[in-house]
């Protein structure tokens, strides 16, 4: 097939907000080594403020309901795809306004780590836009790349360097599965087009079913879900705190995008033949992540064991594939995004006064200060599905779209794991709000923080008091990505 | 049951929504302030407010009408059908009079009592009182489920917290994680029956395909497999709650170790018993038919073994726990007699032993402020150091035995009546439970209050103090009240019991025979049956006698 490269202006315009971010963190890179005198928190509000108009510009994208396929069906943009992209950015403006703080303890290389941070946000931008194989392959390893970076960032730390090295292996190999998968499929049916896959509504040849098994194994990896996890609770304990947030959300979501153009849209016809898998892998997420962080002693794997079991819970709305399901999962996410960043906000606050993460150390937090005990509170209420806030839900949406597809039995399981997870974290609050503390001094919280906190909080609330709206969004969302393919 | 009046036709103001809201809205005015005396006023005064509300309720009740009244209905949640709906009707009316009466009284107690962290334990206090109240009032499934898991969280603190156990620890985390259990698995019950009903809706009407409001889902018809599910799931749920034997396993400990103000709830507002009534009966009628075996077999069995147990202890906090487990078998047999006779005992039994329990309770409370120790062996012979405490409390104790004149007598000949007109022998065995109450109670009554003085530290113990006075004399006063003239309570009860009862004889199975109208728009199904030549209602008006007949 001649490949013939044309842009058309619509193309261009519907390009717009992939254009503008590569336009931002060129301009963030060149003012930082063009201007070395020029302060790095300047660079960090810079970057949010443009972050802060393309992220106007895609709501205005969703509302007009804009949809197009561009360069042969290797990209589409749909509401789904500017929902993910919208996303990614809250994410990283949220991730970066909580970095501030934290980078003035880190000597050298600051500037840098807007744009890496930036770069990543591209490329997850780029991936959930991905409509072939191949586009998917480039992008993910393009915003992992910036990852694998990041996490190494506190140079002289060997426990970052060795997050880093453990990243970057695992997340190699998981690459050099996605790509043996995508052979095997185009091998079989000459395709690597999403929607070709779909109107072939071919049945799974042995070939097909490996490919799909290698590509879903690579995005296991991506999400973390069990037993591809075993890399996230040292990367995560190992990474710097902000980066662990942003690491702990945004690429999370955007595989899900893929996710669900793989399994709801491409192979939505043959449900019964993967519905199982999904089902088995949302299962033992929940229930191990939830039972291993039980006896967690620091804040970081605890957070990241609890980030498994809300994974599978994700799952569950993945494995009802459904109009509803799909719905479920972006709702969920919006609520895992305020609850979990929020709770990680409080982590970076905490350690930036005192360089610990130790459970022990959260003793008697309420009397050195009310703000963060109170909204870590909520956050680890909010994730265990306590009503009324944003985690009861989600969790409600996903029951709902799976009993739906008549998946009582994981239903059942995902409530069972609402005690468990309910045991470790009231043992966290158990501690921040009755233990003694072992040092009186208040923790400070800096306006940027403040800033993050009120978001977060006000978002789990919000999403748990009033989500109408936001159910609508991810309703409006999911129902025209399925009515695209 | 399914008829709603609305709040503006009774009253002029949303009533309930004030109730449920004004603690809330309390507690978080309570950060502000600094001062204890200045909380501890402000918060008797909120709680004194909410029980004149709620005698408000009584007072404009509709009686004769089984319907749900002061219905506020506002939508919340649109696209999942999750409205903010909250109505009472004579089932929950005096439920929520008695947690209003026994916050303001728990207030009162600790009046002098908790020093340590007091404005985070009026808070929880407040908070919790939200929740029950919620609980009682909802209508909407979801809204009624939230009110149900926010109220861990002030008990757990308050357990913890403010708990006298060296276990407490362990005690509130095992509070939490039965009672979540049971709630979750609750949930997917709520969430097959919603389903049901949307399954039937899009059928049936073709619009408003989601709703969790419980007057909604009535109209579904169920399959009895559902129905069997929906029953299991559910009846879990308010069993850990309950608790029903053998849920109960968290009770002892969570009273042991908690404080007097958990003791005070746990044992007077009974939540599970009212999830029964509300949900389980009606919503699964068929199912609940089919269960009365078991659930006979379980509450009897707790009946018997709570009382064994209770005799046994030698300690009175442990005993009340286990006279509470008792005491729940009478109200479970009662509800699962199915008849008007037996399920109205049952509702006053909730409020009765509501009453006598939370009274006794208080006894122990105040004999642990004096004694600090729940250990019968450290007492005896206080009667002639206390006489208005001795007094007082044998009216609690002759109510917590059912000693005719009293309260809880009422309810327990009518749960019995109830009972024998099913099977004699459930009644028979209820009755011997009785005899093993009564056991426990006298010897409790007269090793504290009767014979010598036989310790030092009981001849230096004071009588009650004019705040005790004011709670033991309105629990002794409520116990004789309710035992000579329990008219105006039954006929509040009546209209809603007798509802609940034609329910459960029509039953909810697809093919039963009953008409459903569509409960948001009734006169479609009329018109449509007389556009239809065949129909009954036409057969009928064509054979109209020419005189209505009187």
């Not at chain 1, 934290?102 to 990543?120: D, I, N, S």
């Amino acid at each position: 097939m001649p490949f013939t490269f044309t842009m058309t202006p619509v193309d261009v315009e519907l390009l717009m907000p992939e254009i503008l971010m590569t336009g931002l963190l060129s301009l963030i890179l060149c003012l930082d080594f063009l201007f070395p005198r020029i302060g790095k928190t300047t660079l960090a509000w810079l970057s949010i403020a443009g972050m802060g108009g393309i992220f106007l510009l895609l709501a205005g994208y969703f509302i007009d309901g804009r949809h197009g396929t561009l360069f042969h069906e290797m990209y589409v943009i749909d509401p789904m795809a500017i929902f993910f992209k919208a996303f990614i950015l809250g994410t990283t403006i949220l991730v970066f306004l909580a970095s501030i703080d934290y980078l003035k303890k880190v000597p050298v290389f600051r500037g840098e780590y807007y744009f890496l941070g930036l770069l990543a946000a591209l490329g997850m931008m780029l991936m959930v836009s991905a409509n072939d194989l191949l586009s998917l392959f480039i992008t993910l390893e393009f915003s992992t790349f910036s990852f694998y970076i990041l996490v190494a960032y506190l140079r002289d730390d060997p426990k970052s360097n060795e997050a880093g090295l453990k990243f970057f292996i695992l997340g190699v190999f998981a690459a050099g599965l996605l790509a043996f998968g995508i052979s095997l499929i185009y091998g079989e049916t000459g395709s690597i087009i999403f929607t070709d896959f779909a109107r072939m509504h071919a049945h799974l040849t042995p070939g097909m079913v490996i490919g799909f098994l290698l590509i879903f194994v690579a995005l296991g990896f991506k999400i973390g879900a069990v037993p591809f996890h075993a890399w996230v609770p040292d990367i995560y304990q190992g990474a710097p705190t902000p980066v662990t947030a942003f690491l702990s959300i945004a690429p999370k979501a955007a595989t899900f995008a893929i996710l669900l153009r793989i399994f709801t849209a491409t192979l939505g016809d043959i449900r019964g033949d993967w519905v199982w898998l999904i089902v088995a892998i949302s299962a033992v997420s929940m229930t191990y992540g939830n039972i291993v962080a039980i006896s967690q002693k620091n804040i970081k794997r605890l957070l990241a064991y609890s980030g498994i079991a809300q994974i599978g819970n994700v799952l569950i709305g993945l494995a009802a594939a459904s109009k509803m399901g799909d719905g479920a999962i972006l709702f969920y996410l919006m609520t895992y995004l305020f609850a979990n960043l929020g709770a990680f906000t409080v982590v970076i606050i905490f350690s930036n006064l005192t360089n610990s993460d130790d459970l022990e150390d959260y003793n008697g937090l309420s009397r050195r200060s009310p703000l963060l005990a109170g909204a870590l509170l909520i956050f680890f209420l909010s994730l265990a599905g306590v009503p009324p806030l944003a985690g009861f839900i989600g969790k409600l949406y996903v029951f709902v779209a799976a009993m739906n597809e008549g998946l009582l039995a994981l239903v059942v399981i995902g409530g069972i794991n609402i005690v468990i997870s309910m045991y470790y974290y009231l043992i966290v609050i158990k501690r921040v709000y009755i233990y003694m503390p072992k040092d009186n001094a208040p923790i400070p919280v800096s306006f940027p923080m403040r800033l993050v906190l009120i978001t977060t909080v006000g978002g789990v609330l919000l999403l748990g008091i009033y989500p109408k709206a936001f159910i609508e969004i991810s309703a409006a969302a999911a129902e025209l990505f399925s009515r695209m393919l | 049951m399914n008829l709603e009046l609305f709040w503006n036709k009774q009253i002029g103001f949303p009533l309930l929504t004030l109730l449920i809201f004004l603690p809330v809205a309390g507690a978080a005015s309570l950060w502000m302030r600094r001062d204890p005396r200045g909380a501890r006023v402000e918060v008797l005064i909120l709680s004194l407010i909410e029980l004149v509300l709620s005698l408000l309720l009584f007072v404009k009740f509709a009686s004769g009408v089984p319907a749900m009244q002061f219905v506020e209905n506002v939508p919340w949640i649109v696209p999942l059908g999750i409205n903010y709906h909250v109505g009472i009707d004579g089932i929950s009316l005096f439920l929520v009079i008695l947690t209003t009466l026994l916050t303001a009284l728990t207030v009162i107690y600790s009046w002098d009592r908790v020093r340590e962290h007091l404005r985070e334990y009026l808070i929880c206090l407040l908070i919790l009182e939200t929740t029950m109240i919620g609980v009682f009032v909802s209508l909407d499934l979801i809204l009624f489920f939230v009110f149900w898991e926010v109220m861990l969280i002030p008990m757990y603190f308050l357990i913890k917290t403010w708990g006298s156990g060296p276990e407490r620890d362990h005690a509130a985390l095992k509070y939490v994680v039965y009672n979540l259990t049971g709630s979750v698995l609750m949930l997917v019950g709520f969430i097959i029956l919603y389903l049901n009903y949307h399954d039937w809706a899009v059928t049936q009407l073709g619009r408003n395909p989601y709703s969790f409001n419980y007057l909604h889902l009535l109209f579904a018809p169920l399959p009895l497999e559902k129905q069997l599910w929906i029953f299991g799931l559910v009846f879990l749920g308010f069993a850990v709650k309950g608790p029903v034997f053998p849920f109960h396993t968290w009770l002892p400990g969570a009273m042991l170790e908690g404080p007097i103000a958990v003791s005070v709830m746990l044992s007077g507002v009974k939540l599970g018993s009212y999830g029964l009534l509300r949900f389980n009966l009606p919503l699964t009628p068929e199912a609940s038919q089919m269960a009365v075996p078991l659930m006979m077999t379980l509450a009897l069995a707790g009946l018997i073994y709570g009382a064994l147990i209770a005799l046994t202890r030698p300690n009175l906090m442990a005993m009340m726990a286990y006279g509470g487990i008792s005491h729940l078998g009478f109200v479970t047999i009662g509800l699962f007699a199915l008849n008007p006779i037996g399920i109205e005992g049952a509702l006053l039994q909730m409020v009765n032993l509501g009453v006598a329990g939370a009274g006794m309770i208080f006894i122990l409370g105040f004999l642990n402020d004096r004694r600090g120790s729940f250990d019968l062996d450290e007492y005896g012979g206080l009667a002639k150091r206390a006489p208005r405490l001795a007094a007082l409390s044998m009216v609690i104790v002759l109510a917590s035995l059912a000693f005719p004149g009293t309260n809880v007598f009422i309810g327990e000949f009518m749960v019995l009546a109830g009972v024998f007109q099913v099977y004699w022998v459930y009644a028979a065995i209820g009755v011997s439970a009785v005899i093993l109450g009564a056991a426990y109670m006298f010897s409790m009554y007269g090793r504290v209050m009767m014979g010598e003085i036989r310790k030092p530290e009981v001849a230096a113990m004071s009588d009650l103090n004019s705040r005790e006075t004011v709670i033991a004399f309105t629990m002794a006063g409520l116990i004789v009240w309710i035992g000579l003239y329990p008219i105006p309570l039954l006929s509040r009860m009546e209209p809603s019991v007798r509802a609940v009862v034609e329910r459960l004889k029509e039953g909810n199975v697809p093919d039963s025979a009953i008409v459903r109208i569509d409960p948001n728009n009734p006169h479609a199904y009329i018109l449509k049956m007389l556009a239809d030549p065949n129909s009954d209602l036409s057969q009928t008006l064509k054979n109209l006698p020419e005189k209505p007949v009187r």
